[in-house]
Each structure stands twice: as structure tokens, then as C-alpha cells.
């Protein structure tokens, strides 16, 4: 499935070439319409960026991150992401992300217990 997009140059004001946007999905082209297309995507991406991005930046703090180095940055994804797994376990008895956290903070003990665990 291919959506395109008309694009205007910021600076200029000048009509840029159309993009074409790839998207998979388990639906067949004739199942929506045009317009359904655009908000079955739309509502995908904002999703994410509610229920991963936003969560990333907001709570965890990621795009605070200082170092350039990419092997630091990368460990530190993986530690978010790992921390976001556990989370998902967790969310049943702690709805509140940040009271976790707090909860973690305050038992070092839980934090390698939960480590311990399988994911």
C-alpha cells in the first residue's frame, strides 16, 4: 500500500516532488476506502508515539540524554526497553509507570529479583 504525500519546502515555499509512504498491512487494498487508509495509518503511528515515545521521552527521560557515544546510547535504549518489558508485567498490580519506578528505587532487592526473572 502506497499513501502520497504533497510536500512544501520550508524556506522557499516551493512544491517539492510527491512521496510515496510504504505501509504493510493484513487488510487488502479494496477493504477501506482512501480516507480509512489515511486514519488506519495515522492512528497506528499516533499510538506508538503515545504508548512507546511519549513514555520514552516524558517518563523515562531519554531524549535528555547528554553522551554522543553510541554504544552508551544504545545500552541505555536497551535498559529502557527492558525496564518498559517489565513494566507490561507489572501493570496490573502498579497502573502508575512513575510509582514503579519510585517503588524500584526505594527496593534495590526487587530490582535484581525482577533482572533475575525471565522477560
Known sequence: MCISS?????????????????????????DLTP???IQ???????GVEIRNHWTRDAILREDHTRSRNP?????????????LAV???LRENHPCL???L??????PHLCR??????L
Open 6 to 30: 504533497s510536500r512544501i519546502h520550508k524556506r522557499t515555499g516551493e512544491p517539492l516532488a510527491p512521496l510515496c509512504r510504504y505501509f504493510i498491512s493484513s487488510h487488502r487494498p479494496e
Open 35 to 37: 480516507d480509512q487508509w
Open 40 to 46: 488506519a495509518v495515522r492512528g497506528h503511528w499516533g
Open 71 to 83: 554504544t552508551l546510547v544504545g545500552a541505555l535504549a536497551l535498559l529502557r526497553s527492558a525496564l
Open 87 to 89: 513494566y507490561a508485567r
Open 98 to 100: 512513575p510509582a514503579i
Open 102 to 107: 519510585e517503588n524500584l528505587s526505594a527496593n
Open 113 to 118: 529479583r525482577l533482572i533475575m526473572e525471565k
